[in-house]
Structure formats: C-alpha cells, structure tokens
C-alpha cells in the first residue's frame, strides 16, 4: 500500500509540473515538456494521453513540417474548467474566471457607482442570487470550485473577521454560500490574493516577497508575506497586517490634515493633477507620502529582506520617479545590504477584474500546484435557496 500511494504522489506531481509549465510558458512539445521537466519520453508521454484524455490538454498542429519542427504542440484548454470568483471590496463584484485565469464574464452587484448603501443592508440577497445565475448559466462548463477575496482581515480558516463593507464581523462566506451550492469555497484577504496573483505571472517565481496595499498617505492597509514561496499566514492569518500597526513617521493626526489639504484642492484627481504642477500644498503631502511608504519599505527589508516589495497604490500614475522617491527614502532606514537587489514594483490597479482573477488562484492552485485535476467536482451541484 505504502508503494502504491508513494506511486500515486509521484504521478500527481508529475502532471502538476507539466500543467504548470505549460500555464507559465505556453504551448510546448512532448519533447521539450520531456526535456525541461526531465522525464523520460515514456513517462511523459503517459502523462500527456491522461491530460490530453481528461481535456484539461489540447493538442494543436505544427503547420510547418520541416524534419526539425514537432508535428503537433501541447497546449491548455481553458475552457476545461472555471472558478467562480466573488470581490467583496469598496465594490461587490462577481465573475468567472477560465483555466487560464482569465476573467471571461463578470458583473458589479453594488459600490462605486451610486449603489454602495444597498451593499451593507442587503449584502446575501445581492450576493446569493447573482452566485446563483452564474452556476445554473456556467455549470455545464465545469464550474469546480469558488473564490472569494476580501477586504480587511481574513483569518487562516477564510473567516472575514474584519471588513468594514460588510453588515457584521466574523463572516463565515462558507456559510453564507452553503445554502447556494456545495462546492468547495476558497476565501482569503486581498493583499496576500494579489501577492499571489504577482507570483503566478512570472515566468520565474519568486522566494520572499512583499505586497504593501495602502492608503495615498503610505499609512494603514495591509501587507501580505510571501516567504520561501508559500503565502505566509501567521497563527490566524494575521501574519504582516493590519498594515495600521507598523509604525511610520507620520501616523493619523499629522495625516488628517494632509487629507484635509488634499480635499482643498478637490480630491485625489485634482490633487495628482496639482503635484504634476509643482503646487506647494501638493508637494507638501505628497513629502509625507514618500516618508511613510519608504519607511515600511525599509522595514520589511530589514525584517525579511525580500526580492520584491510590490506597492498597490493610486500613486501609479506617477510612474517610475514614485517608486526612485520611495526608495531614496528607504535607504536612510534599511541596512544598504538588505536593499542591495531588491525590487521596488508597483502591484496593479486593483481593479475588479484583477481582484476577480486573483480570487481564483488557490482554485485553480488545486490542478496546477497539487495535480488534483481528476478530484476536482466537475459539476455543479446546486442546493436549496433556503
């Protein structure tokens, strides 16, 4: 029994590597799968028929023949499998999410666009039926798990414990989603799901990492922890946040009246629009802005002396000389030797198909880190209303 369970691990870590690689790197032959993940042609070949056989594979023709060329290509098939994905932040979003994690239908319930006081009164009856028109229109697709990201505190169990969009603390979304359909539910908070997402589109993965997601001021937010490649949780998953509890220069008095400046000149847009022009006030706040976020910068490099620090914020649109100012700044904090290499990045948009997509990773983790493609429910299976 021993063997044969050691046999099996052996295969599903097999067929994982070639997902993954092939997700990572795109269509590849058997022979350069065989090359790359050194495996024998015949083990190789033996994964590929049970891939291929399953359909989560698909095999597309070489057009050019040459004796040098492969005759046909491995490649994934998207539309094999897909996550339904649920936004629970300033905006409550829906969608779904392919294979390839690509969000290929999503919906806005309530948020920015007039309709934020329905989203606290009336959260499950929003959710519920919008999670139950997307199972009946998609299920027939395979719709094999669900994934929820959320604002706040999430702890390790996926118990939003803390999010200030939501009508009560401690929500079990497990629970609220129960009475909708039985499939597997996979919550988590939005940093470490966008930290996450950041790991997934690079070619190479990173070792340690950081994603400081904040306010304009560099101060409140989250922090998310990647460490030796594996989110890093804390005993209840409290590990690196709330990001109000690191220390920064400038805390919330000195902050309430940036704020209060920012308002005078008319809000983010207009504030951004008045630092392009050199204003003083602007100029002022965005001073205070640097020295925070370059002091947490130099905190998680001094803590954990990470290859990246991802920044998710609305100082995007500056660009590069943001992040040089960040990091001229880090630098009077941190010992030189725990920045040397280090990458100061920004993180995204944080947009609702970004959060949607990102709410899919640990589904979809389940085929292409664990091979768990064939133990997968592959139908919906729908309860009562209730």
């Known amino acids: ?29 058997r022979m350069q799968l065989a090359q790359q993940l050194r495996l024998s042609p015949a083990a190789l070949t033996k994964i590929a028929s049970e891939l291929l056989e399953a359909g989560i594979l698909r095999q597309e023709p070489v057009l050019d023949l040459s004796p040098s060329q492969p005759r046909a290509l491995l490649n994934l098939n998207p539309d094999w499998g897909h996550v339904l994905t649920v936004s629970i932040t300033y905006n409550l979003a829906v969608g779904i999410v392919d294979l390839s994690g690509k969000v290929v239908e999503m919906s806005r319930l309530a948020g920015d666009d007039g309709t934020h006081d329905l989203y606290r009164d009336s959260f499950e009856d929003l959710l519920l039926p919008a999670v139950r028109r997307l199972l009946e229109r998609w299920g027939t697709n395979g719709v094999f798990g669900i994934g929820v990201l959320s604002y706040g505190t999430v702890d390790r169990n996926g118990v939003i414990l803390d999010n200030s969009e939501l009508p009560d603390k401690n929500v079990d979304i497990r629970r609220v989603l129960s009475g909708v359909t039985k499939l597997p539910v996979y919550v988590d ?18 070792s340690t990492a950081v ?16 460490i030796n490649g594996r989110l890093h949780y804390g005993l209840r998953g409290l590990a690196g946040e709330p990001g109000w509890a690191v220390p920064v220069p400038h805390l919330p ?28 006030e602007a100029l002022n706040v965005y001073r205070l802005s640097i ?10 490099a001094n803590l954990i002396n990470p290859e990246a620090v991802f920044l998710f914020t609305d100082y995007l649109t500056l660009g590069e000389p943001f992040l040089d100012g960040v990091m001229e700044e880090a ?14 990045l920004f993180g995204g948009r944080r947009s609702d198909e970004e959060r949607l997509a990102a709410a899919a990773l640990p589904v979809l983790a389940q085929v292409f880190e664990e091979g768990l493609f064939d133990a997968l429910p592959k139908t919906v299976s729908l309860g009562t209303t209730g």
């Not at 046999?7 to 795109?26: C, F, K, P």
């Not at 997601?213 to 922890?225: K, P, V």
């Open 331 to 344: 630098r009077k904090h941190a010992a030189p030797m725990n920045l040397e290499g280090m990458q100061l």
């Open 253 to 280: 008095e000195t902050w309430n009246a940036a704020m209060a400046a920012v308002g005078r000149m008319g809000g983010k847009e207009a504030y951004l629009e008045k630092l392009g022009q050199g204003a003083p």
């Open 291 to 300: 020295e925070n976020f370059g002091y947490r910068v130099a905190l998680m």
């Open 189 to 206: 908070e939005e940093s470490r799901l966008l930290l996450l997402a950041r790991q997934w589109s690079r070619a190479k993965p990173l």
């Open 1 to 29: 029994m021993a063997r044969r369970i050691k046999h099996q691990d052996m295969s599903r870590r097999n067929r994982a590597e070639v997902l993954s690689l092939i997700r990572r790197t795109g269509a590849l032959s």
């Open 211 to 226: 994603a400081i997601s904040c306010r304009m001021s560099g101060f409140g937010g989250n922090q998310a922890l990647l």
